[in-house]
Nanobody, 124 residues
Framework: QVQLVESGGGLVQTGGSLRLSCAAS????????IGWFRQAPGKEREFVAA????????YYQDSVKGRFTISRDNAKNTVLLQMNSLKPEDTAVYYC?????????????????WGQGTQVTVSS
């Protein structure tokens, strides 16, 4: 079992920054790939970014490339999502998810464990 807790969401103006944190606990959590997803009201949950278990491979949705950075510190069992140059369309509930896989999945249904989410609101 893996437990995930997100934090760091909030209200920010367009162009601002936020850093989301995903604190993971459980057996061998450092061996899990971690993904970030988001869901806006009335929309499906969508992939944002993912990182392999060892941090050597990262993946991003095209709309966040160059603005968001995913990283992990396995000693602290934490995955971060640094979000810069935020836009109103980034407004959503952000979730982190874990999957026991060599290659980090890019689709939500492949992840086994989910956090409760943290709200990010970007005002125009």
């Amino acid at each position: 079992q893996v437990q995930l807790v997100e934090s760091g969401g909030g209200l920010v103006q367009t162009g601002g920054s936020l850093r989301l944190s995903c604190a993971a606990s459980g057996r061998a959590v450092s061996t899990y790939a971690i993904g970030w997803f988001r869901q806006a009201p009335g929309k499906e949950r969508e992939f944002v970014a993912a990182i392999s278990w060892n941090g050597r491979s990262t993946y991003y949705q095209d709309s966040v490339k160059g603005r968001f950075t995913i990283s992990r510190d396995n000693a602290k069992n934490t995955v971060l999502l640094q979000m810069n140059s935020l836009k109103p369309e980034d407004t959503a509930v952000y979730y982190c998810a874990a999957d026991y896989a060599v290659v980090a999945p890019l689709t939500a249904h492949e992840y086994d464990y989910w956090g409760q989410g943290t709200q990010v609101t970007v005002s125009s």
